[in-house]
């Protein structure tokens, strides 16, 4: 999650042969650290370069001569976070096609995006991307496409396939990842958007509003059972 920009050159040595020198890696990995926590704790404009750099313990040449400017950084650390919906995309969500069990494949992705989502780092991030939009359209629009819309870019292919094999009625398959994600995600995501002092929800609740969504998604999407033939459920 990773056509992040890169700014400033990396320092290697000899002929090219030797990796970023481990002092640079190790002033970036501070600076992305710091400015991490201080853009989520106190938005863009809230955070400036001398803080940032007070906090890794570095100079603001540093700053400047491994990330160029603010708005570099801040589009990297933004852009970090997609690396976990990636992830989850092509590990989870790739599963669920294949899946034999489909209801309960279908539970642990709705128990384990949920889990992802609401973890409070990222909702936080959420609320930042949010009220920086007007300023940085593009970075927003291109969160958007590597995170949540790459996650239903997925769902979509999955349920096109599950369709296909007749383990859901889904002839829409964009419209059934929609269904899915915000049958799971919804009511979570809008109390941590509009709430954000409202203390987060433990993960057993978590997972019942995830059990939940999937069973009403399954309702609605998984075909009647031949009469006499139990279904497979989930345990």
């Known amino acids: ?16 042969t030797r990796g970023p020198d481990p002092r640079t890696l ?5 600076v992305a650290e ?6 989520l704790r106190n938005g863009y404009l809230g955070t400036g370069v001398d803080d940032i750099a007070a906090l890794a313990s570095v100079s603001k040449r540093s700053i400047y001569n491994n990330f160029g400017d603010k708005q570099t950084l801040f589009t990297e650390v933004v852009l970090h976070y997609t690396a976990t919906a990636e992830q ?6 790739g599963s669920l096609a294949t899946a034999e069990d489909v ?4 539970h642990e992705l709705g128990r384990r995006h949920l889990a992802t989502v609401a973890r409070p780092e990222v909702l ?11 300023r940085f359209p593009d970075l927003a629009a291109e969160y958007f496409r590597r995170a949540p819309g790459r996650v239903m870019a997925a769902l979509t292919s999955a349920f096109a396939e599950l369709h296909r094999r007749g383990e859901l009625i889904a002839p829409d398959p964009a419209r059934a990842a929609q269904h899915f994600s915000y049958l799971v995600l919804g009511s979570t995501l809008d109390t941590a958007m509009f709430e954000p002092g409202r203390e987060p929800a433990a993960p057993a609740a978590l997972e019942r509003i995830a059990d939940d969504g999937v069973r009403v998604f399954l309702a609605a999407y998984r075909p009647v059972p031949d009469a006499g033939k139990a279904p497979a459920g989930h345990g």
Request: hydrophobic residues 50%.
């Open 124 to 134: 936080r991030l959420r609320r930042l991307i949010i009220l920086e939009a007007a």
């Open 103 to 106: 209801p309960r494949a279908l």
């Open 1 to 16: 999650m990773s056509a992040q920009e890169s700014a400033g050159p990396e320092r290697l040595g000899g002929a090219g």
């Open 34 to 39: 710091a400015a991490t926590t201080l853009f």
């Open 26 to 30: 190790r002033t970036r990995a501070a």
């Open 88 to 93: 989850f995309a092509e590990q989870l969500v």
